[in-house]
């Protein structure tokens, strides 16, 4: 990743020492990343965004204004109207080029970057990983009460504890695990009394008796979850593996009785599957029941399933 990212790349084979980043660099990194408070470094590009300066070494002194803590080099970055584009992007190019040519010629930070890795986010693809936020979200209720979720979240991250029940494991059936959960995918932390982003540092007050969030809003502008819309990516990656648990459980039931074969493929070549089985839970439901209960003549189910074809 450095290599990479860095046009100094040939320097940094010398030096080896700086390329494990560790646990120090890491912390110092956020801590350098929580000084880009909205109203000191706004309206910045990409390219000079608080996460690249943080990268390279820089610490928002003030308005416009950063610093690096190593060599002491300064940087002042007031950008032009945006409506003066040649103007405004020859500034950003050069601030950009500054951020490693403003350091002093022996500082580390000028031939050292914190790795993509660190910025990007993890996908989610598999179990595993959604068991993990499970048992995390099961020691996040051992300190907090009640939760209430607001935002857009509520609206498109429809997994409810029932769904989670019936289409998956049986253990998700409390609606407050379920909200611990949609808070933990999105990189928030419990640090004491306040929720932190791990990604773009916000920190947040938080009442632990009763926890109002809007899980997606809370990031600062910045965010990489916030930036092309990753997190509606997440929400699709933990519902493909939903839809893959639930073909799995819909193709054991298939397996029990052959009557359920000519209803659910149906369902099951959906695209959508997740949807679809929610939207239509109860027709869902029937089909379960009718595997234990179903009491039709085949000729008759192939009749009707000819005629629903048909239509
Ligand atoms: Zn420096
Ligand atoms: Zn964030």
Redesign the pocket.
Known sequence: MMLKDSKFSSHLLHLSQLQTINHKTLDEYRDRLKTYEDYLWFGKPDRISAIECARR?WTCQNNDLIK?A??H?EIIAQLPSVLNIHEYTERVENIAQALVDA??RY?V??FMIIPESVIQLTDIYSNETINKFVKEAEEFLLQIQQIDLVGQLKTTFQIEATDFDLLSSSYLNDPRLLSAFKILVFYWKLKGSSLSCEKCCREISINRNHLILDPIASHRTWCPILKNEQWKKRIEQIETILHAKSRHKLGEIQSINDHTERILPDIISTQNLFHELISSKEYYRSCVQSTYVDNTPSSELEHSTNNSKST
Do not use: D, V
């Open positions: 070494g690096c190593n060599c080099a350091h002093h500082c930070w000028k």
